[in-house]
């Protein structure tokens, strides 16, 4: 059977959260400095270590989402990106209420499901897990 259509979905949703999360993570390492970017998550929050946190944001955000764009440890990286949103969902959106534009859950929500479900399902057909031959990484699962 073939899944070309689930692969091309697979694709798109990567490119886009990935291109997503590449660009949070440019202006968290390169526009706003990892300093700064601490100095937000000590203002916006009670996180733990907000140096600390500004650093594995940056990391997750800018290496996951290279990973993710290009379809190679697409299951880490998409449940890397999970945790990560699910922390900023909790620590500072929560409080907020769910719609966005009062700076409720609604997209730190939407970002995690997606993780959640490039997590399960990998990358699809198009992409370099598939081409590596990662048994397991590269293709849909069928028991979805």
Same mark, same amino acid.
């Given at each position: ?63 996951? %989402?290279? *990973? +993710?764009?290009?379809?190679? =440890?697409? #299951?880490?990286?998409?449940? $890397? !990106? ?32 997606? %993780?959640? *479900? +490039?997590?399960?399902?990998? =990358?699809? #057909?198009?992409?370099?897990? $598939? !081409? ?13």
């Amino acid at each position: 059977m073939t899944r070309t259509p689930t692969d091309i979905g697979l694709l798109i949703i990567r490119l886009v959260f990935g291109g997503i999360l590449t660009a949070h993570g440019f202006q968290k390492l390169f526009l706003m400095g990892p300093g700064q970017t601490g100095a937000a998550f000590a203002n916006m929050s009670s996180l733990p270590a907000p140096e600390i946190m500004a650093w594995i944001a940056v990391i997750v955000e800018l290496l996951g %989402g290279l *990973a +993710l764009i290009a379809g190679v =440890a697409t #299951r880490i990286a998409a449940i $890397a !990106a999970a945790v990560v949103m699910a922390g900023a969902m909790v620590t500072v959106h929560l409080a907020n209420g769910f719609f966005n534009t009062d700076g409720g859950i609604e997209y730190t929500l939407m970002l995690s499901a997606i %993780g959640v *479900a +490039l997590a399960v399902t990998g =990358a699809g #057909r198009y992409s370099l897990d $598939a !081409a590596l031959g990662r048994a397991g990484r590269g293709t849909p699962t069928d028991r979805i």
